[in-house]
């Protein structure tokens, strides 16, 4: 068996107060890393954040702000380059999902889920990018889903932004390859989330339904592709989409 060794690496995760962020924060300092943490700032954020800290001592950074404001992406590449001077991994997974049918979202709507979706990922990417370039070396994932893919009903902004993931994943690992920095992307399909669970439960289980797997994904099992992405497992590995969803789109 191959263990995944990242001792002395620093990661920086994006979203990771819960759900899939939290699973591949804990997974990623389970392998060796150090790990800087954002979300928001709230009580859970801190006890998620203090949780970790407790287990994993010394090696966790908590960054609370919205990758959306512009301030929170300089304040998470400072947090790497001040406590550990650089950074190996980016998991941008902070997202939200808003969903209306096409003619009831408002443009607010549209401005914060491609705030927050899209160019919060795009403004970590720059500047995470911009310290990996010093060492000629990294790996960014970032978290897309089917629905980028294939589309969903009631979610024409939110494909519309996890798309763009998928655009920006591709344009990042060209321009970054030479580097030596690469950038894949992760979509998973229906993961056991705060997100899914807000869902109502007839639709949950007509979805669950169409997952060839026949079950919702854990966290887990999403974090277990960020951590193969992250390693050098994947060393040859650049602009790839892996779906995480149990055969929901075969
Ligand atoms: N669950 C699924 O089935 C599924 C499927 C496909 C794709 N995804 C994608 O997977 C990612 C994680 O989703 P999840 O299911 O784990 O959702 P979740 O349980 O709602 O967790 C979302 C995380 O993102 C954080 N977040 C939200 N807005 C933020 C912002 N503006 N700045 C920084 N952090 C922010 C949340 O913390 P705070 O709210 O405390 O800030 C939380 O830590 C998302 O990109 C989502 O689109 C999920």
Redesign the pocket.
Known sequence: MTIIDLNGRVAAV?????????AAAETLLKAGCSVVL???A?D??SASFAELETAFPDRVTAVY????DGV?ATAIAQAAMSRYKRLDILVN?????REKVIGMISDAEISELFD??II?LIKVTQLAARIMTRRKSGSIVN?????GMKGGSGQIV?SAT?SAVIGATFSAAKELAPLNIRVNAI??????????QAFADIRRKSLESQVAMGRV?S?QE?ANAILFFASDLSAYVTGQVIGVDGGLVI
């Open positions: 994006t979203g990771a107060s819960r759900g899939i962020g939290r954002n979300a928001r709230s859970e954020a702000g919205s990758v959306a929170t997974n902070a997202g939200i999902l927050v979706n919060g978290i897309s889903s089917i629905v939110y996890k979509a998973p399909g229906l993961i056991d989330t705060s997100m899914t994904g966290p999403v």
